[in-house]
């Protein structure tokens, strides 16, 4: 059964140094604050996964939070790159950070093996591409019945994986609705997961086509009104697209970025 | 006839690539812009499939990213991402990927990884593969869209993100990829296509007031000319009012 605890409970009892922890969410319902409290709470070494890694994660990275990136997208989508991101891939700063590069087929199918609780998933993928050189998470593989050459990736199991959705109920139960990305599948191939809420509620109003999670396929609940802007959560409020202009800004240059960070952490200049 | 910027130009020669009643996986960007142009235009059955999950999107306003709310809003459907690859592009169901490239060599291969020989220390970190590979590999054919330039336009990437046709004709067939890979590359300058023995990408198409030295000049390998080299036609005042009123929409 899922807990209902505050955020700074949640990522304190969830997320340890040295996790490896997902924070899904595909442009919609982005669990922003929560990447801000596992900052503010100062984790280190955690491996991050995300199929598109964006400010948050730029975030995270320039925070020192992170020691390697899993992923298959990394940029401010409709702006350009993330340059925290950059700085730490080309020059080490704050810290270095090792990555572990797929595309979104071959993460998406990796956390469907997760959740599916199989070792790997087959794709036909990644053929004819530099990708399966660069990592040991791409493997040819025949298929036992055709012989036809397909491609492996091992599961994604994350220690906990971090969502954000409309609401809970006081039981726990989480309903989502609008683009569900590859939530679900990151949610249920975790060992641990917290989902941040707009809100509780007595009770959950069906939506049809929502995506409910029992509260028994989740660890806990969060109550954070407002938790993934600036991205958006529909029904409650759309996405700022002014901020991720504004973050380009702020992201690309270290000092603009300490400043950023030390009011966020409440550290005085 | 109105005046039109090279940027205009090549939004609408994109558009008018995408047929009507095609599907069309569509990148974010120029692809974006391009397609949903066409549904404007001549093509008001496209269907355009988004990564985010989003089957056939009729957006409003440009979108600024692949999982604008506006395109789940006005969607057909709206389904998981591992059900959009697995389900819808996977088994070839798609006739065309539309994307655009930070690099483009001569053979269709795209790079958008990284900029320099050295993956693990490279000039410039680009923000990755995201859906392409699997696009560019399975769906029946590839349109790819971007500015020429030198630094764009190279003779081999230096990093193959996503296969077009590798070191020439018959690689793909050879790696047993579903799809017929690039058939087009629009530009601001003009129209590339595969040679049909060769696969290198031949300009076959030049935009109104463009000479071929431009585009040569613009493109870092020999770019080979087409010997029935041809002129595209300008926009029209419809698809420039259109293309405009899309753009103003989407700020």
Redesign the interface.
């Known amino acids: 059964m899922a807990r209902v605890l505050s955020l700074g409970e949640a990522v304190a009892e969830l997320v340890h140094d040295g996790d490896t922890v997902a924070l899904e969410g595909?442009?919609?319902l982005i669990p922003v604050e929560a990447g801000h409290e596992i900052i503010r709470q100062g984790r280190k070494n955690l491996t991050l996964v995300r199929?598109?890694p964006d400010i948050v994660y730029d975030q995270l990275i320039g925070a020192g939070c992170a020691s390697k990136l899993i992923?298959?997208?990394?940029?401010n989508?409709?702006v350009g790159?993330?340059h925290r991101?950059?700085d730490a891939?080309?020059h080490s700063w704050p810290v270095p950070l090792e990555i572990e590069?797929?595309?979104?087929?071959g993460m998406?199918?990796r956390?469907?093996a997760g959740a599916s609780g199989l070792p790997f998933a087959v794709?036909?993928?990644?053929?004819?591409?530099?990708?399966p050189a660069?990592t040991d998470t791409i493997k040819p593989i025949t298929c036992p019945f055709t012989g036809?050459?397909l491609t492996a990736v091992p599961a994604l199991n994350p220690d906990v994986t971090i969502v954000h959705a409309q609401r809970a109920d006081r039981a726990g139960n989480v309903q989502l609705w609008?683009?569900?990305?590859?939530q679900?599948?990151a949610v249920l191939a975790a060992k641990r997961s917290l989902v941040t809420v707009e809100e509780v509620v007595d009770e959950l109003e069906p939506k049809p086509?929502a995506l409910v999670l029992p509260t028994w396929a989740v660890t806990a609940v969060a109550e954070v009104p407002g938790g993934a802007k600036p991205s958006?959560a529909?029904g409650y409020y759309?996405?700022d697209?002014s901020a991720y202009q504004a973050w380009d800004l702020i992201g690309r240059d270290r000092d603009e970025f300490t400043k950023w960070l030390n009011e966020l952490t409440g550290v005085k200049a | 006839m109105s005046e039109y910027t090279a940027d205009e130009m090549m939004s609408i020669a994109a558009a008018r690539a995408l047929g009507e009643g095609m599907s069309c996986f569509v990148g974010?960007g120029l692809p974006s812009t391009a397609a949903n142009l066409a549904r404007r235009t001549h093509a008001p059955n496209l269907t355009l499939i988004y990564?985010?999950?989003?089957l056939g999107a009729k957006p409003t306003r440009l979108p600024?990213?692949?999982?604008?709310?506006e395109?789940?809003d006005t969607a057909d459907a709206?389904v998981?991402?591992?059900e959009v690859?697995?389900y819808w592009?996977?088994p070839g169901r798609i006739d065309v990927g539309f994307l655009g490239a930070a690099q483009l060599d001569k053979f269709g291969n795209i790079n958008t990884?990284v900029i320099g020989s050295d993956?693990h220390?490279?000039k410039?970190?680009?923000?990755?593969?995201?859906?392409?590979?699997?696009i560019a590999?399975?769906c029946k054919e590839v349109f790819i869209v971007l500015r020429q330039s030198p630094r764009a336009f190279v003779d081999k990437v230096d990093?193959?993100?996503?296969?077009g046709h590798?070191t020439g004709k018959g690689?793909?067939e050879k790696?047993?990829?579903?799809g017929a890979g690039p058939t087009l590359v629009v530009t601001d300058l003009g129209l590339m296509r595969p040679d049909p023995e060769t696969a290198e990408l031949t300009l076959t198409e030049l935009h109104p007031g463009i000479e071929v030295e431009q585009a040569i000049a613009a493109t870092g390998w020999k770019l080979k000319v087409a010997a029935d080299l041809k002129t595209t036609p300008a926009p029209t005042d419809e698809e420039l009012t259109l293309l405009r009123s899309l753009k103003k929409a989407g700020e």
């Open positions: 595909f442009t919609h199929m598109t992923f298959s997208w990394g940029g989508p409709g790159s993330l991101f950059r891939v080309q590069e797929h595309s979104h087929a998406a199918n956390y469907v794709l036909r993928g990644y053929t004819g591409t530099d990708l660069q036809e050459q609008g683009i569900a990305g590859v679900k599948e086509g958006y529909a759309e996405r697209n | 974010i990564e985010s999950g989003c600024l990213s692949i999982g604008d709310g395109l789940a709206v998981s991402v591992p690859f697995n592009l996977q990884t993956y220390d490279p410039v970190r680009l923000p990755g593969a995201g859906g392409a590979p699997e590999a399975s990093f193959i993100t996503s296969f590798g690689d793909r790696l047993g990829l579903p």
